[in-house]
């Protein structure tokens, strides 16, 4: 029986995801380069993926670049923009329908604690989580498993007694890794990513039943 679910939080909660591909998509068109959605989209929910933006630029222009100046760039477009994002349709109807249904409610993110808590504040979600976990606490962020475990950890239930809702691949093959049910909400940055490996694709939160995600998890004919 599934007792608890773990929230992603960039692209899931907030889609954090296209303002940060907006902002390095700006730093290129500044050095006449295009950046292509496949290639940033191998970054997305992890940190020091396969795809370096920096070393991109570098290949593109034939050049050492400014990573000081490129960071600089980086953060005035995003952090100019990021404040104004809301949440994404239907998160606060699943948060509220998850306590109402007693389910224990975590968050494990790739990001840092310093990053995510003012957001969850201003939009007053904290009171929410029963767990967060974030890059902070382990050694390796998604996909590896590690985030998912310490949740587990943190309820002391076992893997297939939780679901994570998940935006990204490499959030998925964490969740998957830990061994709890993966259900993805993909965004406008994900929504060409293969999520076969998923128990269930649902294009947004909003109008769906928690309880009916869950009831079609358990169900006997589900894949697992």
């Known amino acids: 029986m599934i007792k608890a679910v773990v929230f992603d939080f ?6 954090t995801e296209t303002v ?3 902002a390095f998509r700006n730093v290129f068109r500044k050095h006449d380069l295009e950046l292509p959605l496949a290639l940033w989209a191998e970054a997305i929910g992890t940190m020091h993926g396969p795809f370096d933006p ?25 952090y100019g923009a990021v404040h104004h994002v809301p949440l994404l349709p239907g998160v606060l109807d699943a ?3 998850a306590k109402r249904l007693g389910l224990k409610v975590g968050l ?27 890059a902070d606490d382990v ?8 985030l998912y475990k310490r949740a587990l950890v943190s309820f002391g239930l076992e893997g297939s007694q939780a679901v994570a809702i998940e935006d990204s691949l490499n959030g998925l093959r964490a969740a998957k890794g830990a061994g709890l049910y993966g259900v993805v909400v993909p965004n406008p940055m994900t929504a060409n990513m293969d999520f076969s490996e998923a ?17 079609h998890l358990q169900s006997p004919g589900s894949a697992r």
């Not at 991109?56 to 005035?76: S, Y």
């Not at 993110?109 to 029963?130: A, M, N, V």
């Not at 050694?139 to 590690?146: I, M, N």
């Open 108 to 134: 494990a993110t790739s990001s840092y604690r310093k990053w995510i808590e003012p957001h969850l504040q201003r939009f007053g979600l904290l009171p929410y989580f029963d767990a967060i976990h974030t």
């Open 54 to 78: 920096y070393r991109e630029l570098e290949a593109g222009t034939g050049r050492p670049v400014d990573r000081k100046a490129i960071d600089e760039m980086f953060n005035d477009y995003y």
């Open 199 to 215: 128990d269930l694709v649902v294009p947004s939160l909003d109008g769906q039943k928690l309880d009916a995600i869950l009831a």
């Open 95 to 97: 948060l509220e329908e």
């Open 20 to 22: 940060a591909y907006e």
């Open 10 to 15: 960039d692209g899931t909660i907030m889609d």
């Open 139 to 146: 050694e390796r962020v998604k996909p590896d498993p590690a």
